[in-house]
């Protein structure tokens, strides 16, 4: 079994050109279907918005290019040169605002030993996690912080978190002390439990410091675009764009992808769960577009539902999901490369499982 | 597991230096092109077999072991009570940057091998940076043509049927 797979695959690299023939499946049709997730696992990247330089060190805030933002206030809108030995400017309010970060690092490191006890699954060390300075654990925090601080009062103790009343005698301020992180990784997954492509979602931050609310829901809406392409270039090759696909937010790539005739063919539709939990009834266009239950290709056989499981991204997520640990502090080359390795391997594994299971997985082949 | 060989001998007339897995010529680790070796050099003096880093990267991949706990798998289970022979001053235990270079080393040459290719990396340097050319070049890879399987298809993923009333792609 194993040594078929490596066979087939040698075929598969080449990086040629090739028509998608199948000659046992001459005069019949088929409807293949893909589901699309994102998933928590991040990577440090440079702290200016979108850049997608890679860091030279895990210390670094920036990239090589943008190393010079570095000798600019941490304080979001402040322009000023730092003082040594401080991320910000020598602005009064603006140096209690890092005595602020430095203390709720503290805090939250402690908070953060609780919670990690109490949840994470998979330590990196089973035995001891290696704990560095307070600096560096101040700095995994990847986002912009808020900050408020009384007027006229300069100690650090008075500067409070941000709550939920907003008071006019204080003043408010933004300020990026850590790394950022990038936003997600979005997987292209077969209800079979192949997955076909990762892809790194780099930060939105710029609109999200404006629409802070929206939960990561709505984040994705951000991101559609880019995921149009996403999609476009994994199925670059002829005959390889699948007949169906689920995505959580399908509504709004319905919308994008309208005059698109790349997709012309391609179903949109919203898995069964998240359509019935969390799609309003009153969008109209959600409800007449990506309805399952308007895609005939969908329909199970016999006393089956649904032919495909659309949940799979799901529970392909908890698998992947898991490595969040072990990459978060991985440079990205390491990153990636490691998840490729990952999930080529785990590929291996659902292959040989769907073989044993008479699903009887096979491979279009190719025709030069 | 882990196994000494007699590796390192040098060819003055061709200026290069012959090791068990490569040979270094003009500052270069050049593999073998003889497919995938049974015992690959995962550090200065060490040595661990094909089979030991298969297990280390299953466990990743079944069970998100780290590979700090790889390590540690490999010294409290694996590696027996192997005594040293005297006058030896290196020990048997393996740490995480030993781990991460057998998965590197394993992995390129898995899937630089299917693709009919030599793995070459520096030979100078620190090892944390010896393999990010040839992991970017397999990144590019990876993004250009995405897992292998993206050509896959089952019977949980693709719905086959000779009708063509349904909005089914036909395949000529």
Known sequence: MYSFYDRRSVALYLPILVIYTNKI???????????????????????????HIPLSSNRDRYCKDHRDAAGICAIVGCSSPVVPDSKNCSNEDHQNVEKTHIE?????????????????????????????????????????????LLTGQTTASQAAHT???????????????????????????????????????????????VIVSLSYWF????????????????YHMPGTLPGHIFFNNNCQLAKVVQDDPTFANVGLSVDVFHFKSKHKVTDIFCQ?????????????????????????????????GSYHSMCCEMLVDKYNFFLDEMILRRNRLTYNKLALACDKPKTFTVSV | MSKWL?????????NVNYHH???????????????IPDIIQVGEHQFVERKVIELWI???????????????????ALSGNHKLPPGWKFGFTLDLDHVWNGFMILSLLEDLTLRKQTLSVPHTGLDSDRYKAAMQVQNRHMRLYSQPELRHYCNRCTHFTTDGQLPFIYLF
């Not at chain 2, 897995?21 to 497919?35: A, C, E, L, Q, S």
């Open chain 1, 104 to 148: 709720r690092g503290q805090s939250r490191f402690q908070l953060q030993e609780c919670l990690s006890r109490a949840r994470i699954a998979h330590p990196n060390d089973s035995l001891d996690e290696a704990v560095m300075t307070i600096d560096e654990l101040a700095d995994v925090n990847e986002e912009d912080e808020a900050f408020e």
């Open chain 2, 6 to 14: 007699i590796t390192d001998f040098w060819r003055t007339e061709c």
């Open chain 1, 25 to 51: 499946l001459t005069g019949k049709y088929k409807v293949s279907v893909v589901v699309i997730d994102g998933i928590m696992v991040r990577h440090p990247c440079c702290s200016i918005h979108n850049c």
């Open chain 2, 58 to 76: 299953t466990s990743m991949v079944v069970s998100w072991t780290s590979a700090t706990n790889c390590a540690r798998l490999y010294n409290s």
């Open chain 1, 219 to 234: 984040y994705c809406i951000i991101l559609i675009d880019f995921l149009k392409e996403i999609i476009k270039c994994t």
């Open chain 1, 288 to 320: 007449t577009n990506c309805n399952p239950i308007d895609f005939p290709e969908l329909k199970g056989l016999g006393n089956k539902a649904w032919y495909f499981n659309s949940a799979i991204a799901e529970q392909t997520n908890a698998w992947l």
């Open chain 2, 21 to 35: 897995n490569f040979y270094v010529h003009d500052g270069k680790r050049i593999y073998h092109d003889i497919g």
């Open chain 1, 163 to 209: 709550s939920g009343s907003v008071d006019a005698s204080k003043k408010k301020f933004r300020a990026q002390f850590g790394r950022k992180q990038t936003h997600n990784e979005q997987i292209i997954v077969a209800p079979c439990g192949m997955i076909h492509a990762r892809e790194t979602f780099f930060g939105a931050e710029a609109v999200s410091s």
